[in-house]
T-cell receptor, first 113, second 115 residues
Framework: SQKIEQNSEALNIQEGKTATLTCNYT??????LQWYRQDPGRGPVFLLL?????KEKRKERLKVTFDTTLKQSLFHITASQPADSATYLC????????????FGTGTQLKVEL | NAGVMQNPRHLVRRRGQEARLRCSPM?????VYWYRQLPEEGLKFMVY????????ESGMPKERFSAEFPKEGPSILRIQQVVRGDSAAYFC?????????????FGSGTRLTVV
């Protein structure tokens, strides 16, 4: 069956550390992989996109890696801050799947002082 | 640029009533997507529309649900004869043409409660 799995347990880290979130998928062929942030009661906010032929993408304190052999993406937040506390969602746009996003269930990140 | 506007933010309906959810995409965006988020679950794709056309409705329940995106005005997601299981947050996203390689902009959602 097709699945997109993210850490189901919340991730608690200390301020200033690097947070690493995982997105694993099975039986999908993504053309693009995207990461979104969602705060309680709000819609998702786009953070980064990485293409199937790219290994790594960076934006300020954010870094995404994409390994199509392992079928895995890692999302890193360096020098984390309490304001980074949110739920982070990975989403795939599939090859031949049109424009729709297929989302994972998300990982809740809490950055503590 | 006001972003994607959804209204109402909260909607309460009794079982059997109709719910109408509205979405105005960002200026210049001609593609609209509707997603549903059930409590403790991820976002599930429902339907993808362009102006006056339904492009992909593979995620729409077969009955009671319909969507439109007219030439003028917002996109509407309509749920007829609502049941308790329809209670969820409904999010709309928009994107410009040729947008597979760009992130999508989401609205703040409509929280539907069926009592």
């Amino acid at each position: 069956s097709q699945k997109i799995e993210q850490n189901s347990e919340a991730l608690n880290i200390q301020e200033g550390k690097t947070a690493t979130l995982t997105c694993n998928y099975t039986n999908y062929s993504p053309a693009y992989l995207q990461w979104y942030r969602q705060d309680p009661g709000r819609g998702p906010v786009f953070l980064l996109l990485i293409r199937e032929n790219e290994k790594e993408k960076r934006k300020e304190r954010l870094k995404v890696t994409f390994d199509t052999t392992l079928k895995q993406s890692l999302f890193h937040i360096t020098a984390s801050q309490p304001a980074d506390s949110a739920t982070y969602l990975c989403a795939l746009i599939l090859t031949g799947g049109g424009n729709k996003l297929t989302f994972g269930t998300g990982t809740q990140l809490k950055v503590e002082l | 640029n006001a972003g994607v506007m959804q209204n109402p933010r909260h909607l309460v309906r009794r079982r059997g009533q109709e719910a109408r959810l509205r979405c105005s995409p960002m200026k210049g965006h001609s593609h609209v997507y509707w997603y549903r988020q059930l409590p403790e679950e991820g976002l599930k794709f429902m339907v993808y529309l362009q102006k006056e056309n339904i492009i992909d409705e593979s995620g729409m329940p077969k009955e009671r649900f319909s969507a439109e995106f007219p030439k003028e005005g917002p996109s509407i997601l309509r749920i007829q004869q609502v049941v308790r299981g329809d209670s969820a947050a409904y999010f709309c996203a928009s994107s410009p043409p040729g947008s597979r390689s760009y992130g999508y902009t989401f609205g703040s959602g409509t929280r539907l409660t069926v009592v």
